[in-house]
């Protein structure tokens, strides 16, 4: 079959996203996202015109700063004929489930919401925060700017999607290594600013540079940006409150890094039998004496074995540190 034109200015977003959807916006903080996000809940809906628009995610405290016609919704939910955004879904579709109940049904929320004739737009950083089956179900995933090693951390089912969003982007961006006395120490990039008005879309009935430029929704402000940003301070605020392990990663980051390393130990030797006889030591994961000193007075590791030259030590509840460690990366993300 040939392949015929079409001018771009026949396609806008309601030709590449045909109704009803799920569409996955990933791109760097700052990227416009969030922006993008509201902007087609505003287009789908037309202002509640035409089917009405929720969000979900939207901090309490500033919902006033929202027009009349979108409804926050404090659960997930997906009203009948209806649009909805889901902003920061990490924290509601994470990829590992053990976090809370409710991720186990959300894939089934999903493939329902289709037959309830439901726009689902889902708003994260990276693809691999999420569950790959959310992933699979998407019917486009949209980029905004990416991260400079984006590709290298996403799933590797949309890892060479993001790799031509990142190609797509190239003429937006300016990338140079950085030099030392004649070594390559770093890679540094400037992005034009015109690069935060383009979308790279990899969707079922196109694959490309979204056409024009992409404008802010009209009720957009200073303040629906910062809202964010606020709500992200206090939920960081409100963990560190309830777990001693999360306020010492989330205030100490080099703390987090070292738990992991400690988690990855603990199970190697575990499975080689050494764990609870002889442990590991703080070389081991490169913490210091005091670092060490103080995961103890915490209750995160204990001593298994002690001698004149050497100490062992095991983690004293494995499951409750790597979800320490799922919570806090998510909080930084």
Not at 57 to 65: A, E
Not at 112 to 134: C, G, W, Y
Not at 159 to 166: F, L, N, Q
Not at 183 to 195: D, H, Q, S
Request: glycine fraction near 6%; proline fraction near 6%; include cysteine.
């Amino acid at each position: 079959m040939p392949v015929r034109e079409i001018d771009a200015n026949e396609i806008d977003w309601f030709d590449i996203l045909p109704e009803p959807f799920v569409v996955l916006i990933l791109g760097m903080r700052g990227a416009g996202k969030t922006a993008l996000g509201h902007l087609l809940l505003e287009l789908f809906s037309d202002q509640g015109c035409r089917k009405p628009a929720y969000i979900i995610g939207f901090p309490p405290h500033k919902r006033h700063l929202l027009p009349p016609w979108i409804t926050p919704l404090d659960e997930l939910y997906f009203p009948d004929n209806s649009v909805v955004l889901l902003h920061e879904a990490h924290f509601y579709l994470h990829a590992r489930r053990s976090m809370a109940e409710q991720n186990i049904e959300i894939d089934k929320l999903i493939t329902v919401s289709r037959h309830k004739n439901v726009d689902i737009i889902v708003e994260t950083q990276q693809s691999f925060r999420l569950d790959r089956n959310i992933v699979a179900e998407v019917d486009a995933i949209i980029f905004r700017v990416l991260e400079l090693m984006q590709e290298k951390f996403e799933r590797p089912e949309v890892r060479w999607i993001t790799e031509m969003a990142k190609k797509a982007f190239e003429p937006y961006i300016e990338e140079y290594v950085v030099k030392q006395d004649g070594k390559v120490i770093g890679r540094y990039r400037r992005i034009k600013p015109e690069a935060l008005k383009r979308a790279f879309v990899y969707g079922k009935n196109y694959v490309g540079m979204y056409p024009h430029d992409i404008p802010l929704p009209s009720y957009w402000n200073d303040e629906i940006s910062r809202a964010y940003g606020e709500l992200r301070e206090d939920r960081v605020e409100r963990a560190k409150q309830e777990d001693p392990i999360l306020r010492l990663v989330l205030e100490d980051p080099r703390y987090l890094d070292l738990l992991e390393v400690a988690v990855r130990t603990d199970i190697k030797k575990e499975k080689e039998g050494w764990l609870d006889s002889i442990g590991w030591e703080a070389y081991e994961i490169g913490a210091t004496g005091p670092e060490m000193q103080k995961l103890r007075r915490l209750g995160v590791v204990k001593v298994v074995y002690k001698s004149n030259k050497h100490t062992g030590y095991k983690l004293v509840d494995r499951e409750r540190v790597k979800q320490a460690i799922e919570v806090a990366k998510k909080l930084l993300s």
